[in-house]
């Protein structure tokens, strides 16, 4: 076991504060990684602030953070999938039990047996795991990714949660040539997703509550942008969709969205917000709608991912921040003031 520095939160109503947690010293398959960038996610904010209660309450001290990129600093005798100096990801899981059908079709994170990259029991040391808010963290090389090397890593680490989790439900869902496809909310998460329905090929359209977002939605891939509390601009689009993805953190209405399906579209949700979405029957009936949900994606998928961005060159959009402005980005991410993603400089974390 070592020590290491993080930004924890000791309470739902705590800010982020400078902490040291501990580490496992790498075993045999482990990777040893140095922190380069770690993505601020809005499941980072709900998690800290415990708004997830009924689903997934919050051990303090809680150390968020699941967008990792780093330089691997130390390899365990048994790892040969990564050796010191490569730069390395680490997305939302850490672990699985590996046997299970689920894991060995390479859909990690439906295992019922999953640690997640923080908030969750931790096998190795006890209490929960800690996530990449961290100077360092040490994984499991099966959960390990390999980092395209022409890309820019402060735009990467989002990919490992962001983007995995729009990739993974457009691919599902058919989003290509010839569907036309609805991305709900410019985050974090729908911009990457804007990103990737436009190099698959879809007809994408953008549906947004910021007037000021409506460029941004055209240079990130957008064939149309929608102003969502404009009903006149809404209802020009009804029964038209194959696929909408909604990537929206707050309550909204979903049923202004179901009813721009076609026949048998679907519209998949992704952002989680803290109270139920009321959906109304007869807009799932009529049209034979359907309504999901997607979790990230497993390994298998989330290097593919990965693979697709490097041919692509796709990046997220991010504003990189040192690790002493968190709390104020908490702040910009719940007024929807991010451009596309906030991405933790960690030598910020190092110098202090
Ligand atoms: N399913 C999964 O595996 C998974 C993975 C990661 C995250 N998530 C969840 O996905 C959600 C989005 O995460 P994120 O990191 O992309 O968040 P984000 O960067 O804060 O983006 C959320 C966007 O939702 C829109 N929005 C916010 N409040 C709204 C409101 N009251 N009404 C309508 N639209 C609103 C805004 O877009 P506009 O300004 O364009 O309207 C905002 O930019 C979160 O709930 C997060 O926990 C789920
Ligand atoms: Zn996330
Ligand atoms: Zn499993």
New binding site residues.
């Given amino acids: 076991m070592y020590k290491t520095k993080a930004y924890s939160a000791a309470s739902a109503t705590s800010p982020l504060a400078s902490s040291t947690i501990n580490r496992r010293d790498p075993g045999a398959q482990d990777v040893q990684i140095e922190i380069l960038y770690c993505g601020v996610?809005?499941?980072d904010l709900?998690q800290v602030r415990d708004e997830w209660n009924n689903f997934a309450p919050t051990s303090y001290p809680c150390v968020p953070g699941h967008e990792i990129v780093g330089r691997v600093t130390k390899v365990g005798s048994g790892v040969t999938k990564f050796k010191t100096g490569d730069l390395a990801a680490v997305g939302c899981l850490v672990d699985s039990d590996r046997t299970c059908p689920e894991c060995k079709a390479g859909f990690e994170q439906f295992c019922p047996n999953i640690t997640l990259t923080y908030n969750f029991p931790d096998k190795h040391l006890g209490g929960v795991t800690y996530g990449g808010y961290s100077d360092s963290i040490v994984v499991d090389e099966r959960f390990v990714l390999r980092v395209p090397a022409n890309l820019n890593p402060a735009g990467v680490a989002p990919l490992l949660?962001?983007g995995i989790?729009t990739y993974s439900p457009l691919r599902h869902w058919g989003a290509g040539k010839g569907k036309k496809v609805g991305i709900v909310?410019?985050?974090?998460?729908?911009h990457m997703g804007v990103k990737f329905a436009h190099a698959l090929g879809a007809h994408v359209v953008v549906f947004?509550?910021?007037a000021g977002?409506k460029e941004d939605a055209l240079r990130l891939g957008a064939d149309e942008v929608v102003l969502s509390n404009n009903a006149n601009e809404m209802r020009k689009h009804a029964g038209s969709f194959n696929f909408i993805l909604d990537?929206?953190?707050?309550?909204?209405d979903i049923n202004a969205y179901i009813s721009l399906l076609g026949r048998d579209g679907n519209i998949t949700l992704?952002?989680?917000?803290e109270k139920p979405l009321a959906v109304n029957a007869f807009g799932l009936i009529f049209g034979r709608h359907s309504l999901s949900g997607?979790?990230?994606g497993g390994l298998p998928e989330t290097q593919e991912m990965l693979d697709f961005c490097g041919q692509h060159n796709i990046t997220s959009d991010v504003e990189v921040i040192p690790i002493q402005k968190i709390n104020e980005a908490y702040a910009r991410?719940l007024k929807?003031d991010?451009k596309y993603r906030f991405s933790i400089d960690m030598a910020s974390l190092r110098q202090e």
Wanted: with cysteine; aromatic share 0%.
């Fill in positions: 996610c809005h499941s709900h949660c962001a989790t909310g410019l985050g974090g998460l729908g947004t509550t910021s977002k990537a929206v953190s707050a309550n909204h992704v952002g989680a917000p997607s979790p990230i991410m929807s991010v």
